[in-house]
């Protein structure tokens, strides 16, 4: 089992409508969670972070952490065609301060 | 300056060669990470750095893989004897702690490395 599993998508959603992107971890003691965003070509610029369970909102982008369940979730309302690229769900494990990444949902936005 | 940098953009280099890259943190970063990132795939963690020393090398695939940061600023990755398999972008991350699960890491634009 890998410590993080995302779908690799793609996953396709019509212009304004919401996207839903989810995240699996397999370190029950993991502590923070991020969602990057990567165009094709750049690097990984982040979008949020939550630590605690329940919801985040900011702005158009909510992320949703369920620590019992083991999953983190990203929802992005309105999305728009801007929003297409590659979504990287990142954990840190307990007793640590690195990263450890899943292999990025592929998210188009159709106009 | 604003962000990561890291030089070279692009490093095409023959198998067996030497290879440095090298990374500028954000100023004020203490924590400094190196990542490779294959196509389709998220960055694997290679090391981190708390200052100048390295915190967890646990990462790094074998021992042709070194890296260093001498003044606690700008960190160097070599890589000896390169091989095909080696090929990937190579990213550097900085934090401003490191010691914080809370910390934030921003990343720098990455480093294409080609072994031919």
């Known amino acids: 089992q890998k410590e993080v599993e995302q779908n690799s998508g793609p996953l396709s959603v019509p212009e304004g409508a919401i996207a839903s992107l989810n995240c699996t971890y397999s370190?029950?003691?993991?502590?923070?969670f991020f969602w990057y965003r990567q165009y094709s070509g750049k690097s990984p610029e982040l979008i949020m972070f939550?630590?605690?369970?329940g919801d985040k909102e900011d702005g158009r982008f909510t992320a949703q952490l369920n620590k019992a369940s083991q999953y983190v979730s990203l929802l992005i309302r309105d999305s728009q065609p801007s929003d297409s690229a590659t979504y990287l769900c990142?954990?840190?494990?307990?007793?640590?301060?690195?990263?450890?990444f899943g292999t990025g949902t592929r998210l188009k936005v159709l106009a | 300056g604003a962000g990561v940098s890291q030089t070279p953009s692009n490093k095409v280099t023959e198998k067996g060669k030497y290879v440095e890259l090298r990374c500028d943190p954000i100023?004020?970063?203490?924590?400094l990470y190196w990542y490779r990132q294959s196509l389709g795939q998220g960055p694997e963690f290679l090391i981190y750095f708390q200052g100048t020393g390295a915190a967890d090398d646990s990462g790094l695939p074998n021992d042709r893989f070194f890296a260093v940061r001498p003044e606690g600023s700008v960190s160097t990755l070599k890589i000896q004897r390169t091989e095909r398999g080696d090929s990937a972008v190579y990213l550097c991350a900085s934090s401003p702690l490191g010691t914080s699960t809370t910390d934030t890491q921003y990343f720098g634009p990455g480093t294409r490395l080609t072994v031919l």
């Open positions: 990142a954990v840190i494990g307990a007793g640590t301060y690195k990263y450890i």
């Open positions: 100023s004020g970063h203490t924590a």
């Open positions: 939550i630590y605690s369970n």
């Open positions: 370190d029950r003691g993991s502590q923070s």
